[in-house]
């Protein structure tokens, strides 16, 4: 009786994981360059009442044992790092990925942090920065003497002044990309970080081999579909109760065994 009590305690608490995961992704629908996460289950030990194939007679095995499943855990949060919609943006240094990779952003501590949030402005300096004001790496500083910027498919970030009609060259972004992303640790703000699970950042520039190309003027919404969320929320909370009425099955048993004189 107290396994089914510890199985649908389990069962809540993961389902309660679940509904925590579905809830971010929802609240994250209008956040840029958002991957979406879902959660992944691994059920718990079995307690082995009767092995398989035990035998029962001479030459007699039984085809199938006795076996009680503990309950479940969660065994991780994964990142989804499929492409969203894209968005048309007014601002020249607002783009895109279209495909793998992602922007290479210098953090306070110097380490270097990951985005897929292509909402770039410029600080003071004309440094190019995130919404955060982290610089881009490899940094790009726009003039002040420049009037229109323009972003290439392969990064080139081009401007022409006011008293020049030839376009110049201000820099190159370049991408980074990995053999793992999902092993990649969210620290808030649109920005990951490198871990051992995501391996080494392979760099290069927009649109070679494995590496998404950018399209200027534009922002990646998050990946999120509300409908499907909704439906993952729904079925979280009716897993929830179904736990839920275990424990209260469980207890009324108890409660009568209770009652045996």
């Given amino acids: 009786m107290l396994r089914s009590l510890h199985s649908a305690a389990t069962g809540m608490e993961a389902q309660q994981t679940y509904i925590d995961v579905t809830a971010n992704n929802l609240a994250n629908v209008n956040t840029t360059g958002f991957k979406k996460s879902r959660v992944n289950f691994q059920d718990l030990m079995y307690q082995m009442q009767r092995a398989p194939g035990q035998a029962t007679a001479q030459g007699v095995n039984t085809p199938n044992g006795v076996q009680v499943g503990l309950g479940v855990r969660v065994t991780g949060t994964q990142k989804d790092f499929g492409v969203g919609s894209f968005k048309p943006s007014s601002e020249p240094l607002h783009m ?9 952003i210098r953090m306070p ?27 881009l790496e490899p940094p790009i500083t726009i003039p002040p003497e420049i009037s229109t910027v323009s972003v290439g498919v392969d990064g080139t970030v081009s401007g022409i002044s006011a008293n020049d009609a030839a376009a110049q060259q201000l820099g190159q972004i370049q991408l980074a990309n990995f053999i793992n992303p999902a092993g990649l ?47 993952n929320l729904i079925s979280a909370q009716r897993a929830f109760e179904f736990n839920s009425k275990a424990v209260q099955a469980a207890d009324q048993m108890l409660r009568e065994i209770g009652k045996l004189r």
Wanted: negative net charge; hydrophobic residues 35%; aromatic residues 8%.
């Fill in 96 to 104: 895109a990925i279209e495909g793998p990779g992602f922007f290479q």
């Fill in 185 to 231: 640790m969210a620290q808030g703000g649109n920005i990951l970080t490198e871990t051992g699970a995501s391996g080494g950042p392979n760099v290069a520039l927009p649109g070679n081999p494995g590496f998404g190309a950018l399209r200027g003027g534009a922002l990646e919404g998050a990946n999120v579909t509300v409908v499907e969320e909704m439906i």
């Fill in 109 to 135: 501590d110097g380490t270097v942090g990951y985005s897929r949030d292509g909402a770039f402005t410029t600080d003071e300096n004309g440094q190019v920065v995130n919404s955060e004001g982290y610089p």
